[in-house]
């Protein structure tokens, strides 16, 4: 698990939101695979049919820019029927003051 003492240049934060159905995690975790992204933190829940899920990922190894992830993921959001949002460490914790 990632620590906040840990340097931020390569992560993001991918949100996940929508109704619970099969395959959710199965489908994010693998397009991240798919380009090397690794999965440091991840927390998921479901709240009366609603599945939310944040994760912290390490983009540095991957073989795609950020932009591409990016595309991806909103390409995978709409088959899945859910909201992703993947965005920079630095830019969430200054969004939300971590």
Do not use: C
């Amino acid at each position: 698990m990632a620590t906040t003492n840990d340097v931020s240049s390569g992560r993001a934060i991918i949100s996940v939101l929508g109704s619970d159905r099969s395959g959710i995690v199965a489908a994010v975790a693998g397009t991240l695979a798919d380009h090397d992204i690794n999965i440091l933190d991840i927390s998921q829940t479901i709240l009366q049919g609603i599945f939310t899920m944040t994760m912290l990922v390490d983009l540095d190894s991957s073989d795609v820019d950020f932009a591409t992830v990016q595309d991806q993921l909103a390409t995978l959001a709409e088959s899945l029927g859910v909201q992703i949002t993947l965005q920079r460490e630095e830019v969430f914790k200054f969004m939300y003051r971590l």
